[in-house]
């Protein structure tokens, strides 16, 4: 059972929402269940631990749009904020590292930036524009490459996105793009609907 998730976009990371100018991202108001079951995996090293890093994602292809991203991974604040990207936050894009890996059974999740402060273009800036049959690659750290394909593209108002379809559908190998889109509301700091890219291992 998942519990309450919202979405959340501001200017600056202020009382526990994620918020910055441009920044769209998918921000839980608490640690999903899906978190919790991940997060005992990632306290101490182990050799499954080592073996899992070796599969995570480092770069995320997007050939139909000119996507081409280096991944960082994101968890869960305090505040159950989902992370966005940090160490470059324009162009790089977030794995939600306390889901499944992409390419693993689940819905692995990344998300990442519409646009940048001024409104110049970011990473998923020509997210809008992919299509049902396009091809996303994720490129792990031995070098293998994940081949998913787009099978749907989905608009949702903050708070009615599907949040178990997002994240915890297990019924097969899922990866979902997330970013924002519509319409700025300035007295929100947040945009009026969110984009998901629903893709399946190919």
Same mark, same amino acid.
């Given at each position: 059972?998942m519990?309450?998730?919202?979405i ?16 769209h ?8 269940v ?19 890093a070796?599969?995570? =994602? ?7 749009? #000119?996507?081409? $991203?280096i991944?960082?991974?994101? *968890?869960?604040?305090? &505040?159950?904020?989902?992370?966005? =990207?940090s160490?470059?936050?324009?162009v790089?894009? #977030?794995?939600? $590292?306390s889901?499944?890996?992409? *390419?693993?059974?689940? &819905? ?5 930036h519409?646009?940048?402060?001024g409104g ?13 049959g396009d091809?996303?690659?994720v490129?792990?750290?031995q070098?293998?490459t994940?081949h998913?394909r ?6 949702y ?7 178990q ?6 019924s ?6 997330i ?8 007295s929100?700091?947040?945009?009026t609907l ?7 291992l190919s």
């Amino acid at each position: 059972m998942m519990r309450v998730v919202k979405i959340c976009c501001c200017l600056l990371a202020v009382i526990g929402t994620l918020v910055f100018e441009g920044l769209h991202a998918y921000s839980p108001s608490s640690p999903s269940v899906i978190a919790k079951q991940h997060a005992s995996s990632s306290v101490t090293t182990t050799p499954t631990t080592v073996a899992k890093a070796q599969i995570n =994602p480092v770069r995320l292809e997007i050939p139909a749009i #000119g996507v081409n $991203a280096i991944v960082e991974q994101v *968890g869960v604040l305090s &505040s159950g904020d989902l992370e966005t =990207p940090s160490a470059h936050p324009w162009v790089d894009v #977030g794995w939600f $590292a306390s889901g499944p890996v992409p *390419g693993e059974q689940g &819905s692995a999740v990344i998300d990442g930036h519409l646009d940048r402060p001024g409104g110049y273009p970011a990473v998923f800036w020509y997210l809008r524009n992919v299509h049902i049959g396009d091809t996303v690659l994720v490129v792990n750290a031995q070098g293998v490459t994940k081949h998913f394909r787009v099978t749907n593209i989905a608009f949702y108002q903050p708070q009615a996105a599907p949040l178990q379809e997002i994240f915890g559908n297990d019924s097969g190998t899922y990866l979902n793009l997330i970013t924002c889109a519509g319409d700025w509301i300035p007295s929100q700091h947040q945009t009026t609907l969110r984009q998901v890219v629903y893709t399946v291992l190919s």
